[in-house]
């Protein structure tokens, strides 16, 4: 079986191995910091993690506590990422209104929103 992409797949999807993981290394490391620079709420999100990770490892809380205070920060990052990459492919393909753009941007805002909620439940059971 050959390593070659299929016809109706991307042109960009023919790297295998050590050279795909370098490569997937390099583009995650450039979408980190394309959303820090363009995104804002990406940008205070993170400045948010850069607070409350040190905090949560010096709150007294167990090692599974700390685990899950911490997961539920890198999650709102992640769910922020995804959000923005939605708006960038909707935007990419119109700018024009329309509702069903509407929707799949609000959807995502939703989702960040439940992020956001699952930190404060999180961290509020945790310290309980």
């Known amino acids: 079986m050959s390593n070659e992409p299929l016809a109706e797949e991307s042109p960009f999807k023919g790297e295998t191995g050590l050279r795909r993981v370098w490569n997937a290394l390099h583009y995650s490391l450039a979408g980190l910091q394309a959303a820090y620079r363009n995104e804002d709420a990406f940008r205070q999100e993170s400045w948010l993690a850069a607070l409350l990770i040190p905090t949560a490892l010096l709150l007294p809380a167990s090692g599974m506590g700390k685990a899950i205070m911490i997961g539920?920060?890198?999650l709102v990052l992640i769910v922020e990422l995804l959000n923005s990459a939605i708006e960038a492919a909707i935007d990419r393909i119109s700018l024009d209104r329309h509702r069903?753009?509407?929707r799949a941007k609000d959807i995502g805002s939703a989702a960040v929103?439940?992020?956001?909620?699952?930190?404060?439940?999180?961290?509020?059971?945790?310290?309980?």
């Open 72 to 74: 539920s920060i890198l």
């Open 100 to 102: 069903l753009s509407k």
């Open 113 to 128: 929103l439940v992020a956001l909620l699952n930190v404060l439940v999180s961290w509020a059971l945790v310290l309980a």
